[in-house]
């Protein structure tokens, strides 16, 4: 008898079972209850939807507002921004369908108590930039998540999502998932008609700049696992733009944004003996990328791109020039409270190293790359677009739905679709939501039915690293040292160094080539087969194994797309130094790519990029 055979199994009845309780989960919540009232909606969510996700700690801005009834901006605006943000790449229709709705959502957000900050003068949202408008956010994440709360019929906290179950009678058609509580140890299976998944981007995938004891203070939650890539990989769900990772320019060491300093308080850099250089790199960057390096504004990659040029010149440190700025007591303000509404370490950061941004000026880094599908990167899974708007080819029935029947995702999980950030991502959850709702309805009685020997499969292997640790415990040779069982720690740190090392992480500046890549792919195969000895000590540590499996499925996703696009696409994301140049005759297009469970084996292809907005 095993040891954790006493183990109770809970099983969860749902319509709508939401995957991740962040922007996205709250988003489907609300709109899965308004079309379907009748519908049992039930979130599971590994923190607490109170204070999860990416927004957990609140924002200070939200990224993605219209303002249509001010005639500020229009949909058709934001996708030709963010189609240039990405060098062209992005779907138009997914991201104008998302544009045309966001506004009422953050419209929802006010009258749900979050304080905005106004124009004094007009009464309208006070704006950062084009695209950003200001609030006090520091509640932004409990406000939202008690519309959810409210619109679920169960919020079940603390139970990590590990597997997908799909239906008995037909093959590609998902039927719930299975977790375990990570408190109580409980195995859950939920039973599904439809299942959002909607479980955030990753980050911990490439070794962080911030390593040992500080390993925690990465750019992109640290929490952020990749579930949202791993669970729809494993059933064959197609992915698309996994390539495409993002490295943001931001305040050393504590990540403090920078958006605000730039676009409100009119901030700029400087290399370390004070000179602009973003000029002299521009003629070597049209070398690569031809005319879009004079694009306007110019993209996210190519600004990073000169800053990585500058450092390896040995130009650096950059700095924010904030000394000017802050001799002004608002902006000064400003400055500061921008960090207190999201990211108070790196005021603790600057008090720490004493450095006072009116009289020095704060030095910039670029992050280790993340893989995410809401922020200026567009990673993620293929998926169905709206029926009014969408091409034939990118509809094959309900809006945002992947390529496996039942299935939908939002947010960071939905790849093609940049720039959505907070507001967009709970607006996708909403279009995410009424679909699946409308899904369920069509499928009169034809539901679907969990597979009980697959679950119970399941069981055996989610819980295999405690019992792993309980039996390799006794043969530990030094401190956590073990020769039977690997600790998730360890796992993430040999993943990471891999990732970084032949993908393109920091200590290659970003840089690749196919050698590397298929090295890299080896040397992940090997990973993945000790993956089978992981070691938990406690559910905490069965959490981190979890965890790490999502991560190192997604990050061989990435490196296969990697390894397909023969292109550098995104200087100053990414380089393949055997394919140096932007290549827009064979790669103006999407890449996508399918997991077969039974073989191992990544299936590649492209999908064209249709430009629907002039
Ligand atoms: C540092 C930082 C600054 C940002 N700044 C801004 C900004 O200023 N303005 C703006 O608009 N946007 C900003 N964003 C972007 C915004 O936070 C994201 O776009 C948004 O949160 C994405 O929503 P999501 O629902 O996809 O992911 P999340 O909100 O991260 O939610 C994912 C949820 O899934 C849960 N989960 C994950 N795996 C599992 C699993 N296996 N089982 C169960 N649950 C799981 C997580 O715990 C989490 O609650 C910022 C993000 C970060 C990290």
């Not at 070398?287 to 306007?296: A, N, R, S």
């Not at 677009?385 to 080819?393: I, R």
Request: proline fraction near 4%; charge should be negative; hydrophobic fraction near 35%.
């Amino acid at each position: 008898m095993g040891l954790f055979s006493g183990r109770k199994t809970v099983f969860v009845d749902s319509d709508v079972l939401v995957i991740g309780g962040g922007m996205a989960g709250c988003g489907a919540t609300y709109e899965s209850r308004h079309w379907g009232r009748d519908k049992k909606v039930v979130v599971v969510e590994k923190a607490n939807i109170e204070r999860s996700g990416a927004v957990a700690q609140g924002l200070y801005a939200i990224n993605c507002y219209m303002g249509m009834q001010w005639d500020e901006n229009q949909p058709e605006d934001h996708v030709r921004y963010a189609r240039n943000d990405l060098m062209a790449l992005v779907r138009e229709d997914l991201g104008y369908d998302i544009a045309r709705h966001v506004d009422a959502s953050v419209h929802l957000f006010e009258e749900w108590g979050l304080p905005m900050m106004k124009d004094p003068e007009t009464g309208r949202y006070m704006r950062e930039g084009k695209w950003q408008i200001m609030i006090h956010g520091e509640s932004y994440k409990p406000i939202v998540a008690e519309a959810a709360r409210k619109a679920a019929t169960k919020v079940y906290n603390r139970i990590m999502v590990t597997h997908l179950l799909m239906d008995k009678k037909k093959a590609n058609r998902v039927a719930g998932a299975v977790g375990f509580n990570v408190r109580t140890g409980e195995f859950y299976v939920f039973r599904a008609k439809a299942v959002i998944v909607a479980a955030g981007g990753a980050s911990h995938i490439f070794k962080p700049r911030s390593v040992g004891e500080g390993m925690g203070r990465t750019w992109y939650a640290p929490w952020s696992s990749a579930s949202a890539y791993a669970l729809p990989i494993l059933v064959g769900a197609k992915m698309t733009q996994m390539e495409n990772r993002i490295v943001l320019t931001r305040f050393k060491d504590g990540y403090g944004p920078v958006g605000a300093y730039f676009l409100h308080l009119k901030t700029y850099t400087e290399n370390a003996y004070g000179k602009e250089y973003e000029s002299t790199w521009y003629e070597s960057l049209k070398e690569l990328v031809g005319d879009y390096v004079d694009h306007q504004p110019v993209p996210t990659c190519l600004r990073n791109h000169a800053f990585l040029e500058e450092m390896k010149a040995g130009r650096g440190p950059i700095r924010m020039v904030t000394k000017e700025a802050f001799q002004d007591p608002h902006k000064e303000t400003v400055g500061w409270e921008n960090f207190l509404g999201m990211t108070i370490g790196q005021a603790v950061v600057w008090a720490a190293q004493n450095i006072d941004p009116k009289e020095i000026n704060p030095e910039l880094t670029t992050s280790e790359p993340y893989v995410m599908g809401s922020h200026a990167t567009c990673a993620g899974a293929w998926a169905s677009g709206p029926d009014d708007y969408a091409p034939d080819e990118y509809q094959w029935g309900y809006n945002r739905m992947m390529t496996v029947d039942g299935l939908f995702g939002a947010g960071d999980t939905i790849g093609g679709t940049a720039h959505k950030f907070s507001s967009g991502s709970f607006a996708e959850g909403r279009i995410a939501g009424k679909a699946a709702v409308k899904y369920i309805n069509d499928l009169g009685k034809d539901t679907p039915e969990i597979n009980e020997a697959e679950y119970q499969n399941l069981e055996k292997v989610v819980f295999q690293p405690l019992e792993n640790y309980a039996i390799g415990r006794n043969e530990i040779v030094a401190g956590t040292v073990s020769p039977s069982y690997l600790l998730p720690l360890h796992g993430l740190q040999r993943l990471e160094k891999i990732m970084d090392e032949y993908v393109g992480g920091i200590s290659s500046h970003y840089t690749t080539n196919e050698p590397l890549l298929t090295r890299g792919l080896e040397l992940l195969e090997m990973l993945k087969e000790d993956l089978d000895h992981l070691g938990a000590e406690d559910l905490h540590q069965l959490q981190r194994a979890w965890e790490l499996q999502h991560r190192v499925l997604a990050s061989e996703s990435v490196t296969h797309h990697t390894m397909f696009r023969t292109e550098t696409r995104w200087p100053g994301y990414y380089y393949r130094a055997d394919h140096k140049k932007l290549d827009d005759t064979d790669w103006h297009c999407f890449t996508l790519s399918q997991y077969d469970r039974e073989s191992g084996d990544w299936n590649m292809e492209k999908a064209p990029v249709y430009h629907i907005v002039d």
